[in-house]
């Protein structure tokens, strides 16, 4: 993946032509670290380009002085063109009160180009449902911003099985998936000139989680447990804490390889190691934390963004809860 987004990403921020540039879309179930790994991909890739260019902004004269070589932005629960265009405004801090559409698009392409933006990331983009005519103008318009001369990635889960790509047509060569021209690019100019007309078209990279069948995937698993592990700081904590003996088949099947689950997992389990004093993580210790995604803060669980849990430890066993001091109210009173 990182091979993939990284090269597309460079080979389009050096293209001086005038032509649409190819997209990439990362798709995945919810908690597998698809946002944090594009970030991190995009994050290098602007350190790179600021580098190259010795920081100076590439703003233009009258424009904030702002050189924003990747702009992140996160598609409404409930999107439309307005509302989508307005939250890339406000990435850069614009003022988009009183604009109506055309003015919202061309407001939108003057700020990536004249903040020098690069990369455009779109994240949970399978929020938009293509049985809504609002959500079907949306992916319209995002298919125009690939006029913009800049590279187009984005984030959902379960991306083919969305609806997304039902346009699209998979070019069995390259892989990649072809779309049509945009509607919504008529009413763009960028600079004076007419965005190009070609199809636009996109990588579709899938982010799966950890398996955990053949050997080869148990190494994989280990592996990444190992590059965990170094960032622990519990002052029992032993070389192989994550590694060793059934450790890594337990932490699987308590989190089933999902990375953002055992990222939740693990952080509860040393707070828990600190609170107690054992300063270190067991299968025993790890029992008493039971995983709970309820009310996940700024995720949407209907378009698959929180995943379902595997089954948690079970709470026999704990000292069951004082039940002296209850009010039972007037009811319990009179019946007794």
Wanted: hydrophobic share 35%; with cysteine; glycine share 8%.
């Amino acid at each position: 993946m990182e091979k993939l987004l990284r090269a597309r990403i460079e080979s389009n921020a050096l293209k001086h032509k005038p032509t649409t540039r190819s997209g990439v879309m990362v798709t995945g179930g919810g908690y597998q670290g698809k946002t944090e790994t594009v970030c991190e991909i995009c994050a290098a890739f602007e350190d790179f380009w600021l580098d190259a260019h010795l920081h100076l902004p590439s703003a233009r004269p009258g424009t904030r002085d702002l050189h924003a070589p990747v702009a992140y932005v996160q598609t409404p629960v409930t999107a439309k063109p307005k509302s989508t265009c307005k939250a890339i405004l406000n990435f850069y801090g614009g003022d988009a009160k009183g604009m109506d559409l055309p003015e919202l698009i061309r407001q939108v392409a003057h700020s990536l180009n004249d903040h020098g933006t690069k990369v455009l990331v779109l994240d949970d983009i399978t929020r938009l449902r293509m049985h809504r005519a609002d959500d079907q103008d949306v992916l319209d318009l995002i298919r125009a911003f690939m006029s913009m001369h800049v590279t187009l990635v984005l984030i959902g889960v379960d991306i083919p099985g969305s609806g997304l790509l039902r346009e699209g047509r998979r070019d069995p060569h390259t892989g990649q998936w072809a779309f049509p021209p945009s509607t919504y690019a008529q009413q763009v100019r960028v600079n004076g000139q007419e965005p190009t007309q070609t199809e636009r078209r996109f990588d579709l990279i899938e982010l799966d989680r950890f398996r955990y069948s053949t050997p080869e995937q148990i190494a994989a698993w280990t592996t990444h447990l190992a590059g965990v592990e170094q960032h622990l700081r519990l002052m029992n904590a032993a070389s192989g804490l994550l590694t060793d003996g059934a450790m890594p088949e337990y932490l699987y099947r308590r989190t089933d390889g999902v990375v953002g689950l055992l990222e939740r997992l693990l952080e509860d389990g040393c707070r828990e190691a600190i609170d107690t004093g054992t300063e270190k993580l067991t299968e025993s210790l790890l029992d008493t934390v039971v995983l709970n995604l309820r009310d996940a803060p700024g995720r949407d669980p209907a378009t698959g963004e929180v995943p379902a849990l595997p089954p948690q430890p079970s709470q026999r066993g704990k000292r069951p809860r004082n039940t002296v001091f209850d009010d039972r109210g007037p009811a319990a009173e009179s019946a007794s």
